[in-house]
């Protein structure tokens, strides 16, 4: 059966704060070409806003609240889902280049992904009990792209919003560095510099 988009509306964490510097949408470009509807793709509608395209019989079984609401299976980064565990993710991605503790039960890794040249894109996971609570990919365009909702590190600013529509929020960090878009109340976000995607990022939802 054709997949449908679930258009759900839950509270999500929010990301790292940025202190100054944002606006909302205008002046950016609208809508164009509304892509293919994609399981466990999040996907912009002109009517039905931004949504988790999931399949007809678990989105009639949402509807007819026979099943829970959630968008959480769209939330997978490349290789990465969140709630992934540590040991999958590992088996993926190989053994991380730093590890960080953020406290006795979370703790950030970073996985750089092997390919030519001098700067190499890379996966930053944060687990909280050995499990993924937030994944960001970071850096050029990879050889063998990684995607979310078919987005991928390169892609240019049409494209992020032709799939998920023009974002919420814009902020900037930096005067130098990425603007970051994000699409409230999902957790969700896209880094552009010049233009194009430098990095995206996924957290867990609060709800779910």
Not at 9 to 38: K, W
Request: proline share 9%; net charge neutral; charged share 20%.
């Amino acid at each position: 059966m054709r997949p449908i988009l679930i258009s759900v509306l839950l509270a999500a964490l929010p990301f790292s704060a940025y202190a100054a510097n944002c606006r909302g949408p205008q002046g950016l470009p609208r809508p164009g070409a509304e892509p293919a509807l994609v399981e466990n793709h999040f996907h912009y509608h002109p009517d039905k806003g931004l949504g988790c395209v999931v399949a007809n019989a678990r989105g009639k079984a949402m509807g007819e609240h026979k099943g829970p609401v959630s968008f959480l299976n769209c939330l997978k980064l490349g290789a990465v889902a969140v709630g992934d565990g540590l040991a999958a993710v590992e088996k993926s991605l190989g053994q991380p280049l730093v590890t960080s503790d953020i406290d006795l039960f979370t703790e950030t890794r970073l996985y750089e992904i092997q390919q030519r040249g001098v700067l190499r894109p890379h996966y930053v996971v944060t687990y909280k009990d050995d499990h993924v609570v937030a994944v960001q990919l970071i850096g050029p365009p990879m050889v063998i792209p990684a995607t979310f909702s078919g987005l991928t590190l390169g892609d240019d600013q049409q494209k992020v919003i032709d799939t998920l529509g023009q974002p919420v929020q814009r902020c900037r960090g930096k005067a130098d560095g990425p603007e970051m878009w994000s699409w409230d109340p999902f957790p969700i976000a896209v880094d552009i510099i010049d233009g194009y995607v430098a990095g995206i990022k996924v957290t867990w939802p609060v709800g779910k």
